[in-house]
């Protein structure tokens, strides 16, 4: 297995573009996770699934996020009308239940 | 809910010197918690994991952390520094198999000093 796969690595925007990214997990992995990272700062927890479900969103997460995993395989987060404040490292994780997670390398997002 | 902190966001050492980097988490369950490294402009990479078993946990390169409930702190110690330890460290917990999102630290930059 190649391990977790996040495309693009990076993303420029122009503010109040929509920007989709696409994550592949390790392919016997039934969690997935989506975490944000700023410079200086560690990953925030943005939600999580376990195979199609998504188990959780952050309280802190805008109506802006949206994330889906249809099939539970991979997994995609869309962030609508983007804002500078949007500028960050995105990054996707899988896991089997109760295990530590694998990152991907993550796609960095500029909003300009 | 989990959460951690960890003490001191930039550490300085010189080669050669012992490591310690602090954590201490809260959580009203017991915890598994975990330590990643993140190295510049690379993704996280586990180093060690403890999930209720020994509660000194040896990890790659080197690094090893110890659960200590009563203090509710699991720091991260190296005997012995090396250049290529300077990266930045993540101290993260998660309540096991009921609600395992992982959730992390702020982190702590390591600096190696020659």
């Known amino acids: 297995d190649t391990g977790v796969s996040q495309n693009p690595r990076h993303k420029i925007t122009k503010r109040g573009q929509n920007v989709t990214f696409r994550c592949d997990p390790i392919?016997?992995?039934?969690?997935l996770y989506w975490y944000r990272q700023t410079l200086g700062q560690g990953p925030e927890f943005l939600t999580y699934f376990q195979n199609e479900a998504q188990l959780e969103k952050s309280r802190l997460l805008s109506d802006r996020f949206s994330a889906e995993r249809p099939k539970g395989s991979f997994s995609t987060l869309e962030i609508q009308r983007t804002e500078q404040g949007d500028s960050a490292m995105y990054l996707c994780?899988?896991?089997?239940?109760?295990?530590?997670?694998?990152f991907g390398q993550g796609t960095r997002l500029t909003v300009v | 809910a989990q959460s951690v902190t960890q003490l001191g966001s930039h550490v300085s050492v010189s080669e050669g010197a012992l490591v310690l980097l602090r954590c201490n988490y809260s959580s009203s369950v017991p915890p598994y918690l975990f330590w990643y490294v993140q190295y510049p402009n690379q993704g996280l990479q586990l180093l060690l994991k403890?999930?209720?078993?020994?509660?000194l946990v040896k990890g790659i390169n080197g690094f090893e952390a110890e659960f200590k409930k009563s203090e509710t702190s699991f720091h991260l110690t190296k005997p012995s520094a090396h250049m290529s330890d300077a990266a930045e460290y993540f101290c993260?917990?998660?309540?096991?198999?009921?609600?395992?999102?992982?959730?992390f630290g702020k982190g702590t930059r390591l600096h190696i000093l020659p």
């Open positions: 994780a899988s896991s089997t239940t109760g295990s530590e997670a694998f």
């Open positions: 392919s016997e992995h039934n969690r």
């Open positions: 993260a917990v998660s309540a096991g198999v009921g609600d395992d999102k992982i959730i």
């Open positions: 403890y999930t209720s078993a020994a509660t």
